[in-house]
C-alpha cells in the first residue's frame, strides 16, 4: 500500500482535541502497521505559522500556509475552533472548492463543518457537527440538510462529524475504508477506547448517560460481557450477576445502553467473529465456538441479520482485501528496486 497524505487545515484558534486527535490515530496506525501508511502535513490559514489552542495553553506550528500545499493529496482535513466557526475566507473556501474535486476525501471536525458550508460544499448534502451548534448551522446554511444525532455524516466525498472525541471517530471510520477492520480495531484499542462508535450512533451517548448514572453497574457489566463472550449469557445470568430482578434488568439495560441484552450480547458476538475472521483466525465452526456462538449455523443466522452476508463470505472479502494491499505493497517494493536503464542517444 502506497503512503496516503493527508492535509490537515487548521483555522486557528483551534479546539486542541479536534486536532490532535486524529493525528494520534494515524500516526498510531503506522506505528502498529509498522510502517508509513499515513504521511500528515498540518498547515494553516493564519499569517504565521503558529496554530493557537483555543485553551491559551497549547500551541502548534504548522509546515505553512494552506496556499503553499503542492501536489497531490489523497484526504484533506478541516479543523477550526468555536470563534473561528465563522471566519469569512475566501481564498480558503476558494482552495476547499478546487481541493474537493481533487481529493478522496474532504472532511471536517466539529464545527469546522460551517467553514465547508461557507464554501458552498454542503449545498443539498446531509452533514452534522456538534449538537450544541446545530440549529445555528441549519439556521446560517438552510441549503445544507442537517442530522442532529450522527457522530460523523458522510455525502459523497464530505465527511463531517461532531465535536472532540468524534473526530477520532472519524479519523478510525478513514482508517477502517483504508485498512480494514482490524487494523482500525487495533488503533482503537491502543488508545484506551472503551468501544469504537459507528457514523450513526448518537452524540448524545445512552452509554454517558449510564456511566453518569447511579446505574454505573451496567457499564462494568458491558466490559464483563466483552471479556466472557464464550460463557453462558442469558438474560436470566446477566440479570443474577448484578442482583436484579430479569425484568427491571431487562428495562435498566435497554434504557441505558439503547439496546435489549439479548441483542447486545449478539452484537458483541458477530464484532469478536469478524474480527477474527479477518484475521484468519481458524474454521467457522472454531470461531463460532469461541466467541459464544452454539454452532456455525447459529453465527452464519447472526451475520445475515446483523451484516447482510455470511461469514464465510465475510472472510472472502478480507481475504482479498489482504491480499490486494499484499500484491500493492509488493508492487510497490519492486518500482523502488527497478534499475534506471540509460540509452545512447543515437540520434
Not at 194 to 205: I, K, M, W
Not at 284 to 290: D, E, G, M, P, W
Request: glycine share 8%; net charge positive.
Amino acid at each position: 500500500m502506497l503512503s496516503r497524505r493527508i492535509i490537515v487545515v487548521t483555522v486557528p484558534p483551534v479546539d486542541e482535541l479536534d486536532l490532535v486527535g486524529p493525528l494520534q490515530v494515524f500516526n498510531s496506525v503506522n506505528r502498529l502497521a509498522r510502517r508509513t501508511i499515513y504521511t500528515i502535513e498540518v498547515v494553516t490559514s493564519a499569517d504565521g505559522l503558529t496554530v493557537e489552542g483555543e485553551s491559551g495553553v497549547l500551541k502548534f506550528v504548522a509546515a505553512h500556509h494552506f496556499t503553499r500545499v503542492e501536489g497531490a493529496c489523497d484526504s484533506v482535513l478541516l479543523v477550526c475552533g468555536l470563534s473561528t466557526r465563522l471566519v469569512r475566507d475566501e481564498s480558503l473556501s476558494a482552495w476547499l472548492n478546487t481541493m474537493a474535486g481533487k481529493v478522496r476525501r474532504l472532511g471536517a471536525v466539529c464545527v469546522g463543518s460551517f467553514l465547508l458550508a461557507e464554501a458552498g460544499l454542503l449545498n443539498g448534502r446531509r452533514a452534522t457537527t456538534h449538537w450544541k451548534f446545530g440549529r445555528e448551522l441549519a439556521t446560517r446554511y438552510p441549503g445544507v440538510r442537517v442530522e442532529h444525532e450522527p457522530l460523523w455524516v458522510k455525502d459523497g466525498n464530505i465527511y463531517t462529524s461532531a465535536g472532540i472525541s468524534a473526530g477520532i471517530d472519524l479519523a478510525l471510520a478513514w482508517v477502517e475504508e483504508d485498512c480494514g477492520a482490524g487494523l482500525a480495531h487495533e488503533a482503537a484499542r491502543e488508545l484506551v477506547l472503551f468501544l469504537r462508535r459507528p457514523g450513526g450512533q448518537p452524540q448524545l451517548s445512552v452509554s454517558l448517560a449510564s456511566q453518569a448514572s447511579e446505574m454505573s453497574s451496567i457499564g462494568e457489566l458491558q466490559i464483563w460481557i466483552a471479556e466472557h463472550l464464550q460463557t453462558r449469557l442469558s438474560v436470566e445470568d446477566l440479570a443474577g450477576r448484578i442482583a436484579m430482578s430479569v425484568r427491571n434488568f431487562e428495562r435498566v439495560f435497554t434504557r441505558e445502553v439503547g439496546a435489549t441484552p439479548s441483542h447486545y450480547v449478539l452484537q458483541m458476538r458477530v464484532e469478536a467473529a469478524r474480527r477474527r475472521l479477518e484475521r484468519n483466525g481458524g474454521g467457522l465452526k472454531h470461531v463460532a465456538s469461541s466467541v459464544g456462538f452454539g454452532n456455525a449455523d447459529v453465527m452464519r443466522r447472526a451475520f445475515i441479520r446483523l451484516l447482510g452476508v455470511t461469514p464465510r463470505r465475510y472472510r472472502d472479502l478480507a481475504e482479498h482485501r489482504r491480499r490486494v494491499t499484499t500484491e500493492a505493497d509488493t508492487l510497490s517494493r519492486e518500482r523502488r528496486h527497478l534499475p534506471i536503464w540509460r540509452t545512447k542517444n543515437t540520434s
